[in-house]
């Protein structure tokens, strides 16, 4: 039955609209009326960045981090949400400039690792075991600036001491080819399970797989989710939706192309992604076209989507499907699929 899925999004997924070539288009929205309109929209998890969860932690300390991260916790049991996760932001302080855990200076790796720390915190404070790392800097403008092997090292190091700080953290590795680098050294889901198997518990390194991400590496999204989901390591995933080799767009889920979303929420479907609490999280933008009122649609739009497309998986002609097969008709199978989704 579609609807046993838990939905997820992050409180940037509502936004103002801003892009590198001009500014904010919609008024900002509250951090709590955002957390209202989760309900509303059909979501039970909120996605945190650890200063989503506390605006200027760089300025507190410690305890003052954890308290304030306590009273959002408080929020959300009101709202009757939970924090699927939280991700150490890494990529605006002026000392992540050249990277964080990568970063050719000491004194700034020394910073992420202190800022990786506060996040834990954070996410101990908000009932949540799980940390995403979208390592966003960790890659070169040019490839000469850091050393390919040391920048490998230097995460494992990183991901050793988040392993060590809670020895129930899970951690979840978005990787992502480019934007804002050139080249990342974590481009892809393959990269990132083969890094946590140089980490002292692998079993607690995985995967959180973004379909644009995906599709900028030029790879099909479902497959790198099979591959993700063979190694039990699919542990969430940001769907979406991208037209081609460009910017990261983080288009409504399905809004390019139908049936790559179709396989991508059929496999999860098949390999019952969720049963183990995981949540499906979306990473999607609104239009920069879209007004205020109207500017949650990509969210409501992208869930609605997933569901009718796992519906379509269901109702598939399995039996048909392993005839075809087993015949290597794939030239009927293709026309099966294609038809299926255009509803005959
Ligand atoms: C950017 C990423 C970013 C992460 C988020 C959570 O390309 O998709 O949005 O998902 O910061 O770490
Ligand atoms: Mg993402």
């Given at each position: 039955m579609a609807g046993e899925f838990r939905f997820s999004f992050g409180p940037w997924n509502i936004h103002e609209g801003a892009d590198p070539f001009g500014p904010a288009v919609r008024d900002s929205i509250e951090f709590g009326k955002k957390l209202k309109m989760y309900k509303q929209l059909g979501f039970d998890g909120v996605q945190f960045h650890d200063d989503d969860a506390?605006?200027?932690?760089?300025?507190?300390?410690?305890?003052?981090?954890?308290?304030?991260?306590?009273?959002?916790?408080?929020?959300?049991?009101?709202?009757?949400?939970?924090?699927?996760?939280?991700a150490p932001r890494l990529w605006e302080d002026a000392r992540t400039i050249d990277g964080a855990y990568t970063s050719n200076d000491p004194s700034c790796r020394e910073y992420a690792r202190q800022r990786t720390h506060r996040t834990l915190d954070i996410a101990n404070a908000l009932d949540t075991k799980l940390v995403v790392l979208w390592l966003a800097r960790e890659g070169t403008y040019l490839r000469e600036a850091k050393d390919s092997k040391v920048a490998v090292d230097r995460i494992v190091e990183a991901l050793n001491d988040i392993l060590a700080y809670n020895p129930e953290i899970k951690v979840a590795i978005e990787a992502k080819p480019n934007e804002p680098m050139d080249?990342?050294?974590?481009?892809?889901?393959?990269?990132?399970?083969?890094?946590?198997?140089?980490?002292?518990?692998?079993?607690?390194?995985?995967?959180?797989?973004?379909?644009?991400?995906?599709?900028?590496?030029?790879?099909?999204?479902?497959d790198e989710m099979g591959f993700a989901l063979a190694h039990k390591k699919l542990f969430s995933v940001h769907l979406n939706d991208q037209n081609g080799l460009k910017f990261d767009e983080d288009k409504t889920f399905g809004a390019v192309d139908l049936?790559?979303?179709?396989?991508?929420?059929?496999?999860?479907?098949?390999?019952?992604?969720?049963?183990?609490?995981?949540?499906?999280?979306?990473?999607?933008k609104a239009m920069r076209t879209q007004k205020l009122e109207v500017s949650t649609k990509h969210l409501s739009n992208s869930r609605a989507i997933f569901l009718r497309l796992v519906e379509l998986a269901r109702s598939l002609d399995k039996n048909r499907v392993e005839e075809l097969i087993g015949q290597r008709d794939y030239e009927e199978l293709d026309m099966l699929i294609i038809n299926h989704l255009m509803g005959k």
């Open positions: 506390v605006p200027g932690m760089n300025e507190l300390s410690g305890e003052q981090i954890i308290k304030k991260a306590k009273q959002v916790h408080s929020i959300l049991d009101d709202e009757g949400l939970v924090a699927e996760f939280i080249h990342t050294y974590i481009p892809t889901t393959g990269h990132a399970i083969a890094l946590g198997l140089l980490c002292d518990d692998p079993s607690r390194i995985g995967a959180n797989i973004e379909s644009a991400h995906a599709i900028l590496a030029g790879l099909d999204p479902s049936r790559r979303a179709f396989n991508q929420a059929r496999i999860l479907d098949q390999y019952d992604y969720g049963r183990g609490g995981e949540f499906v999280g979306l990473d999607v």
